[in-house]
């Protein structure tokens, strides 16, 4: 499956200096995948990262790209990250189905690995422990 979306692993950094909260990909140094910008006295409106060919479907990789407000350039929605941060709960429900699903099967070295995976996954996006 081909994606165009900022590849992972994401994190949240905070600079509490300048009280700013960004998304980012930490490898090969630090791509922001997401930030925000001030908007009026008491908002804020998310920036993507855009690089070149993105609209066309190329990959990001892991190449950088220019901080965009996400409104000024084309619907929100059509970015790939934000894409893929909307679909967080189907992917979530998605996983933790599978990890029922494999669980039932006799175990594997290929299926402990997945389920390894999984766990580690719905761990990160749930806070728990793995």
Request: aromatic residues 6%; contains cysteine.
């Amino acid at each position: 499956m081909t994606t165009n979306h900022t590849p992972g692993p994401w994190q949240w950094r905070l600079n509490r200096q300048t009280g700013s909260a960004m998304l980012v990909a930490a490898h090969s140094g630090i791509l922001q995948v997401m930030g925000f910008e001030r908007k009026g006295m008491h908002g804020a409106q998310p920036t993507v990262s855009v690089w070149p060919g993105q609209e066309q479907g190329e990959q990001r990789g892991r190449s950088g790209g220019i901080m965009t407000t996400a409104f000024d350039l084309f619907a929100f929605h059509r970015h790939p990250d934000a894409r893929l941060m909307e679909s967080a709960p189907e992917l979530l429900e998605a996983v933790e189905a599978a990890m029922v699903c494999i669980a039932e099967l006799p175990p594997t070295q290929a299926r402990v690995e997945v389920m390894q995976l999984l766990q580690a996954a719905a761990a990160k996006a749930t806070g728990s422990a793995a």
